[in-house]
């Protein structure tokens, strides 16, 4: 019997200990795990407004509503101030939802401190008020942007190189969320301008000849006197039977790495990715997040670097110079200059910086976090020295500012439709870089527009 | 208020678990009741036509009556009942019908019917156990009752399928389960539970002798074999814990405990070949999210279900479980702890474990072998079948459509599970006995 005592505390706490993982883990799924999985389009619940609370706000950066809930007629509307430029990020609400209304949307359902808010709203009427969020967007920025892109499909990322905050995310064409259940059928019918879709982070452009960023780290890499060799640009540049043209044909002459990236020379960069090979492109290409998922609050894309091992020549010169198969989204390219821009160390990018409470009170808060050095700082300090010449004396120059040194690279991106988008990626001020852009217009046929939206974006945010 | 209301609850129910066994739970009860007096006028307000509901009222009284005359009539029935299993039990069939009621209110009208009547019978357990005072010497009869109401599914099932007509019914998961005779449907396997529990204490009553051991092992994995056979397999599971739980307790023979883990690891690698259904139900727990439209729909719902609301639920009448397949069923507790909120959800988890923990303490004082073992089978019983119930809602472990006692519909279930706190009620009173 007393044997039996023993073995039956035995097996009482084995199954206390099933009991103990049951609940712990039940905890984890409906309190930590949840806000992975609840804003999935297969939960119902989604659609759902708690009638009589006041939906949470959305604030940019300075305190400014850029979404709202306002009263009237006895029940709860919601209002999108800056219309159409925050379609994408701050998002809608009306059959579906998206942006940071879906994926914050419990968050800005949900009161805190709900037994204190509830007793208040009995005894004295108080408002319910649920929890706001506050980004790190600059509203008017972001109108600047959205204003700028005007009727051309675009989009624009701007962010703070040394912590992630996204300062702007504009993709263009965009729709009014105000009148989004009304203008539904023709959004979701709209296939040329896909109006629903956030370039920012889920269009895939081939890159271009900002790529040739990527291309000279992984030169760089593989063997760091490379930045003084030469090559004799004829504007036209031969490999296995194909030819690779300078743009509009230009002989640009004897460069060196810092000229040919200020010129932006196919010939150049080709020769180059012919001498080192496949694996330091793709090394360098993997470094700098391609082939990547990218931890972000809202849908990102993959960028897509599908070259192999053993390319054929062909593919290989074209992929060095940003074409072929290859493609990138806005934000990779940005997360790419602002590698540069902070000393090789890539932040997490981030548009969330706290979320508020009814009464308030900041109930979390983001901190910046690194996702790695990405390249050693001499490296980023050498592609800086190329990025200004080239808005110095090259391609960049309708980026550059009298008051402030911006670096940066152009692109012109070759694309099925036949008619060149327009690139520009880069920082400034160079020296001590506050923000980090990537710029796509497209089909420009290539030309000067984006440089000279980001010199007027630098300019926005330098005289903050 | 309504989440005061809960934390009330909650303070209640561990308040009383501390308490001494000879102590009457009054908290438990009147939080009990206190949650049919607000549940069921709830659910009968409409707020949209604000009108009033009076067939929800009606049945809400029902329930009201059961639950105060409940527990007054198992001290009647009863020589010292336990008072803490028996409030965890009305306690756990109130949200039962709060929540079925919710859900679909004919099949919460037949749930108390059933529970009503399995009540009635539970009262009648103390006499049954005065008329065969000697029950331990019919073990082999147990046996042979167990094994013939597994097997008369198995062969009513291939009987069945030889002459055309369907006796046997089958759930979503493959498994047959359900005899109908005469439009009278019903589950073998939950009635064969509670006299494989008897029949297990009574086996084990003195230390088994080898060749006894080797029986028993071999009638046991013989009604297991054809639960498989069956593709019941979460009900092969409950019958083989209850089996190791007992076996382990009886002989404290560690190695053939770990043996049997290791046998049946190796079995169910073994079905996971054998059965493409268990495939699926597998590839639905490990990631159901690729398969969110299909076979990874029930989970995914029920953790949608779980996790939206946050800590204090949607409010009831307010959630969407109702739109998960056999809800009902299958995944009650995610239906309760939407509506409740994971708080609640955690406390209702904390009151199988106090079953469970107040089993431990009776079957610790129980002087002779046979009742410690039978408090050890069925306590056990009740509280693993929840964890499976639970667990395989929050996708800790695959799921199996095992129900989760005194809360899922299924007359059977429900019905066996009150036998089964009927037949711990009167061992406490065994207990007390031999103390005094």
């Known amino acids: 019997m007393k044997d039996l005592r023993k073995n039956l505390s035995h097996m009482f706490w084995f199954i206390t200990a099933l009991f103990v993982v049951l609940g712990g883990y039940f905890v984890y799924v409906a309190a930590i795990e949840a806000d992975d999985f609840i804003t999935n389009p297969f939960n119902a619940r989604v659609a759902v407004d708690v009638e009589g609370i006041r939906r949470g706000t959305i604030y940019d950066a300075h305190g400014t509503p850029i979404v709202e809930s306002v009263y009237s007629n006895g029940r709860y509307a919601r209002q999108y101030p800056f219309g159409a430029a925050f379609a994408h990020t701050a998002g809608y609400s009306g059959m579906s939802r998206a942006g940071l209304e879906l994926s914050r949307n419990f968050t800005m359902n949900r009161l805190n401190w709900e037994l204190i808010q509830r007793a208040g709203h009995v005894m004295f009427g108080n408002e319910l008020t649920a929890n706001s969020i506050v980004t790190t967007f600059d509203a008017d920025l972001q109108q600047l942007i959205h204003n700028s892109l005007g009727t051309s499909r675009g989009a624009v990322v701007v962010l703070d190189p040394t912590t992630g905050a996204i300062v702007a995310m504009v993709s263009t064409l965009s729709f009014d969320p105000n009148r989004v259940t009304e203008l539904w059928g023709g959004l979701i019918t709209d296939t040329e301008n896909s109006p629903l879709l956030n370039r920012a982070t889920q269009g895939l452009y081939p890159p271009g000849s900002t790529f040739k960023v990527v291309t000279a780290m992984a030169a760089l890499e593989y063997d760091s006197t490379l930045v003084d060799f030469t090559f004799e640009c004829t504007g036209h540049a031969h490999f296995g039977g194909e030819t690779i043209q300078c743009w509009g044909g230009t002989a640009h002459g004897m460069v060196n790495m810092h000229r040919a990236m200020a010129v932006s020379c196919n010939g150049y960069f080709a020769t180059l990715a012919d001498k080192i090979g496949p694996e330091p492109i793709i090394q360098a290409s993997e470094q700098l997040l391609f082939n990547a998922t990218i931890p972000f609050e809202l849908p990102a894309s993959m960028p897509q670097f599908p070259m192999g091992t053993e390319p054929a020549i062909y593919e290989l010169v074209q992929t060095a110079i940003g074409q072929g198969r290859i493609t990138a989204t806005p934000l990779n390219m940005a997360l790419i200059a602002a590698a540069v821009a902070n000393g090789g160390v890539v932040m997490e990018p981030f548009m969330v910086d706290r979320v508020v409470g009814g009464f308030g009170n900041t109930l979390s808060s983001t901190t910046p976090r690194s996702m790695g050095q990405v390249m050693d700082a001499q490296m980023a300090a050498s592609l800086n020295e190329m990025l200004i010449e080239a808005v110095n004396t090259g391609t960049g120059t309708p980026a550059g500012l009298s008051h402030m040194q911006v670096a940066g690279k152009t692109g012109t991106a070759q694309n099925e439709t036949g008619v060149d988008h327009s690139w520009f990626i880069g920082y400034a001020p160079a020296e001590n870089p506050t923000a980090a852009l990537a710029i796509i217009i497209e089909n420009t046929g290539g030309g000067t527009r984006a440089s000279q939206l980001a010199g007027q974006i630098f300019n926005f945010v330098g005289n903050e | ?436």
């Open chain 2, 1 to 436: 208020m309504i989440a005061y209301f809960l934390l009330q609850a909650g303070l209640f129910i561990f308040k009383e678990s501390k308490d001494d066994a000879t102590a009457q739970p009054r908290g438990f009860w009147i939080v009990t009741i206190l949650l049919c007096v607000f549940a069921f006028p709830i659910l009968a307000f409409d707020e949209n036509l604000l009108s009033v509901d009076v067939q929800t009222l009606i049945y809400g009284g029902f329930v009201l009556v059961f639950v105060i005359a409940g527990p007054l009539l198992t001290k009647k029935a009863f020589r010292r009942p336990c008072p803490v299993i028996t409030q965890a039990m009305f306690f756990l069939l109130a949200m039962g019908f709060i929540i079925l009621y919710r859900l679909n209110p004919s099949l919460a009208t037949a749930q108390l019917v059933f529970a009503a009547i399995g009540f009635g019978v539970s009262l009648l357990v103390p006499l049954a156990f005065r008329i065969f005072s000697q029950f331990e010497k019919l073990e082999k009869l147990f046996m042979v009752v167990c094994l013939s109401l597994i097997g008369i599914v198995f062969i009513a099932d291939i009987l069945g399928s030889l002459i055309g007509i369907p006796f046997v019914a089958v759930d979503e998961f493959g498994a047959a389960r359900w005899i109908s005779i005469f439009g009278v449907s019903f589950q073998p396997s939950q009635i064969a539970k509670p006299i494989f529990v008897i029949y297990l204490a009574c086996a084990f009553r003195v230390k088994p002798s080898m060749g006894k051991l080797i029986f028993t092992g071999v009638a046991s994995a013989a009604i297991i074999g054809i639960l498989v056979l069956q593709r019941d397999l979460g009900s092969a599971l409950m019958f083989f814990m209850i089996f190791m739980v007992i076996f382990y307790t009886a002989t404290g023979n560690k190695l053939l405990f770990a043996g049997g883990f290791a046998a049946m690891a190796a079995a169910s690698v073994a079905a996971y070949q054998f059965f493409p259904h268990l495939r699926i139900r597998v590839a639905a727990w490990s990631n159901p999210w690729p398969l969110i439209a299909n076979e990874g729909f029930q989970v995914t719902q029920s953790l949608f279900a779980i996790a939206t609301w946050g800590p204090f639920g949607a409010g009831l009448g307010r959630g969407m479980a109702g739109r998960i397949p056999v809800v009902e069923r299958d995944i009650i507790f995610s239906a309760i702890s939407e509506e409740f909120g994971w708080i609640f959800g955690l406390l209702f988890i904390g009151v199988y474990a106090l079953l469970l923990l107040r089993g431990a303490d009776m079957a610790r004082r129980a002087k002779r072998p046979l009742y410690a073992l039978m408090t050890l089978g069925f306590t056990t019983f009740l509280a693993f079948q929840a964890f499976v119930s639970i667990g395989g809602n929050i996708k800790l472990i695959p799921m199996t459509g095992i129900t989760l006692p005194f809360v899922s519909y299924g007359g059977s279930s429900v019905f066996i599970s009150i036998i089964m706190v009927g037949v711990l009620n009167w061992l406490n009173g065994q207990l007390k006995e031999e103390e005094a």
